[in-house]
């Protein structure tokens, strides 16, 4: 069993097109400003925070692959090159990437385009946007600008999904199939994205953007944050409700966390050492869910009642990202360590239509054990 | 816990089929697709479920979907909110249980792939969303519906079972790469016994898209054909219950073949062509044989990818020469898309499906319509009925934006 480490973080969102940007975002506390964006056929304007214009022009556009490439691809991209910019700055270019991009609605944008030139008349419809309207068109740029991919998939499902996605590059890393995995989950705007979360949770505020974490085995590659645990997919059915589903995962997250002292099995390297501060708390730090509607943010508040440690709520800032919002969760957990704040970091995943999932990344050389009791008895054995 | 998980086991364990359910333009059923494709009988006709009036292509697969569902543990209102695709992978899943002999379980795993997912209910949003005056009615219902997590949990809950699901959107590859990563969740121990497969429906934004891009055949869909002219659009689903050895021999199950054999990997050349010399497709190609303990010499049969445009047979023909070498003069090759269409993120899950026919019965699918050989094509196209011994056969799967999947089945016996 291989131990895993964040190598490094990217996130774009409202906040700005760097992780350093949402940090800020999230230190400083405050909602960030709303925008309007119209719809056809209805007057009433759906509330909406874009994604602001990058301060300089981004020099990944230049790349031929990007050229028509929609704007959930210019997240992804950004936010991967930034999670292996450390990696792809240090070691050589035979390192074999896996990508992984996790993604709830996808390239919404051109699907709405494409479909309106459809209907309009399907003859003079553009064969440029079609491709770009695909699950795997965001995955597919991305390996062109990386270009040492090695492995790649999209997946598709509620934000819980996205620990999916983290499960499976931690995977391919124990099965030594890739050097490092970058696990990306994204969303765009679009009004009808924007309509349809009306329909469905009325006080969101549509959001987009990326979240990426690249992860990878080597002590001294990392960020100084381990991957301690990842739960099983809590679905929901007619027996579970999402609220029962939400307990089950904090329940079992929970049972991941005891001391393990003296555990020392390979070293941290110099610089991540050196990137972890004396003074760092051993606190423990829950980085949640919870927006801005009651009604679905139940089944998190029951899940962690009892929860009396400091806690995040990114979508209170940023707004309702879907996936993209999972991300930023995971991401502002593991930056949260990094940056010698806490000592480990829980993440609850509660998606609105599919499952609960959580995770728990500790400081990589912190005393906080990542599982001392051995690995549980195969997850989804039926 | 997914993460950490149990060391894999030191083998690891063989992993069997022991159903399989299989819905496409030829008909319901393993019966009916297998006297089809056993006869090389081609499905396609006037597209009938949205206008093609103002497109290049007029023709299609189209399933003619039962006008009764069969009994499920779903109510009438769960069965209300099906579209076409969840109708379809409604019934594969249901044969493929059925099949199987499994009890309805808790916590068993299901790894779909898929293109489009309810993209019929996106459809209709779009379209109600832009009418005057405004209507909100079954707009949310809509919404829900279109994720293809909440037509995968309904499956479930139709099999009276609850568990993980997983989503792969690798477009046409997406059937063969939830194949491989079911496959691969049992051989490392973290499950089991899982579902696995494909579906999508046609739409008419993926008609009309393919039909922008000119990829749609205006004659006939003839993979590998000199004269090809494109492919041709289906819709359909596939699932295969996938289980450990131990575990079917522990419940006398009947077994219908053993997955050997999983290879990925991305072609980075462009979002929609292949590379011309194939590199990818020879990359998962020689990983599924070097996994499975095979070589081209081994394999009885192989299910190409064969879309039938032009750069796809070509480099699929070029990389299928290379992997083979001097074996390629005497493999037998086919596309099943000559005679059911392109599934798109069913594809891989079915071509799987009817490989494992041709494994339990013994005959190759023909693709009747193919007349004059590509020159790139260095084996033989099958073109006729005709029974065979079968014992491995290798089918391959391709996607917009390079992600591939090659699978091995053996015959079981």
């Known amino acids: ?382 | 816990m997914l993460f950490p998980t149990t060391s894999p086991p030191e083998t690891p364990p063989r992993v069997v089929i022991t159903g399989a359910g299989i819905i496409t333009a030829l008909g319901p059923g393993w019966k009916t697709n297998a006297a089809g494709f056993r006869t090389g009988r081609t499905a396609f006709g006037p597209v009938s479920l949205f206008d093609v009036s103002r497109q290049r292509a007029k023709q299609a697969a189209e399933v003619d979907l039962p006008v009764a569902l069969p009994s499920t543990r779903l109510s009438a209102k769960q069965i209300a909110r099906l579209d076409r695709a969840g109708v379809m992978l409604l019934l594969a899943i249901q044969e493929a249980w059925q099949q199987s002999g499994w009890e309805p379980a808790e916590n068993l795993p299901l790894v779909l792939g898929t293109t489009a997912g309810g993209m019929s209910f996106g459809e209709a949003y779009f379209r109600q969303a832009v009418q005057a005056p405004h209507d909100h009615r079954h707009q949310a219902t809509r919404a829900i519906h279109y994720q293809p997590q909440v037509q995968a949990l309904l499956a479930l809950e139709a099999l009276g079972s609850t568990g993980p699901v997983t989503i792969v959107s690798n477009a046409c590859a997406s059937g063969g790469n939830a194949i491989g990563h079911a496959w691969e969740l049992i051989r490392y121990g973290q499950a089991e016994r899982v579902l696995t497969g494909g579906y999508d429906a046609l739409t008419q934004l993926v008609f009309s898209g393919f039909d922008a891009l000119q990829a749609l055949s205006t004659t006939v869909c003839r993979p590998f054909d000199a004269r090809r002219d494109g492919l041709a659009l289906g819709e359909g689903a596939a699932v295969m219950a996938l289980e450990t050895l131990e575990s079917a021999r522990r419940r006398d199950a009947t077994i219908l073949g053993e997955l050997i054999g999983y290879g990925t990997s991305i072609d980075q050349h462009h979002l929609t062509q292949p590379h011309p010399r194939g590199d990818a497709t020879l990359t998962v190609m020689k990983q599924a044989c070097a996994v499975a303990g095979v070589t081209p010499d081994d394999i009885d049969y192989l299910n190409a990818h064969g879309t039938g445009t032009a750069l796809n047979d070509s480099s699929e023909a070029i990389a299928i020469g290379h992997w083979a070498g001097p074996r390629a003069a005497t493999l037998p090759v086919s596309s099943t898309k000559a005679d059911i269409g392109h599934l798109l993120g069913a594809a891989g899950a079915v071509e799987a499906v009817i490989c494992l026919m041709t494994l339990c019965e013994q005959w190759l699918p023909p693709e009747t319509m193919f007349e004059v050989p590509d020159p790139a094509c260095r084996f033989p196209i099958v073109h006729k009925p005709q029974d065979a011994r079968v014992n491995v056969v290798l089918s391959n799967s391709f996607g917009f934006g390079g992600v591939n999947a090659s699978l091995i089945l053996r015959r079981w016996a």
């Open chain 1, 1 to 382: 069993m291989s131990r895993i480490f964040v190598a490094g973080m990217g996130a774009v969102s409202p906040a700005g097109w760097k992780l350093a940007d949402l940090r800020q975002a999230l230190r400083n506390g405050e909602p960030l400003p709303v925008q309007t964006l119209q719809r056809p056929g209805w007057q009433k304007p759906l509330r909406t925070r874009p994604i602001p214009n990058p301060a300089e022009r981004l020099e990944f556009l230049a790349h031929p692959r990007l050229r028509r490439a929609s704007p959930i691809t210019h997240y992804v991209v950004a936010a991967a090159l930034e999670a292996t910019a450390g990696l792809r700055a240090s070691r050589d270019s035979n390192l074999r990437l896996g990508l992984v991009i996790c993604l709830q609605s996808g390239c919404v944008n051109y699907s709405c385009r494409f479909f309106e030139e459809t209907l309009k008349d399907p003859a003079t419809a553009s064969p440029l946007l079609f491709p770009e309207t695909v699950f795997a068109a965001p995955a597919s740029h991305l390996a062109a600008v990386l270009g040492n991919i090695s492995l790649a998939s999209s997946l598709v499902g509620d934000p819980a999904a996205f620990l999916q996605g983290v499960a499976l590059g931690a995977q391919w890393l124990e099965e030594n199939r890739v050097d490092a995995c970058v696990i990306i989950g994204a969303e765009e705007i679009n009004w009808i994205l924007a309509d349809a979360l009306w329909h469905l949770e009325r006080p969101a505020i549509l959001t987009a953007g990326a979240g990426a974490l690249c992860l990878c085995r080597e002590p001294e590659w990392s960020t100084g944050v381990e991957l301690a645990a990842i739960t099983d997919a809590h679905t929901w059915s007619s027996r579970k409700n999402r609220t029962q589903a939400a307990c089950a995962m904090r329940e079992q997250l929970s049972q991941s966390v005891f001391l393990k002292p003296g555990r020392a099995e390979r070293p941290l390297g110099p610089a991540a050492q050196q990137r972890r501060p004396a003074t760092a708390r051993d606190s423990e730090l829950l980085c949640d869910g919870i927006g801005s509607s009651p009604r679905v943010d139940a089944a998190e508040f029951a899940a962690w009642r009892d929860w009396t440690g400091p806690r995040l709520s990114p979508k209170r800032i940023l707004g309702e990202g879907l996936m993209a919002a999972a991300a930023w969760q995971c991401v502002a957990a593991c930056d949260a360590i990094a940056g010698g704040s806490f000592a480990a970091a829980h993440v609850a995943l509660i998606g609105p239509n599919q499952q609960a999932m959580g995770a728990r990344f500790v400081r990589g050389d912190s005393d906080i054990s990542r599982l001392s009791a051995g690995p549980s008895p195969g997850n989804i054995r039926a």
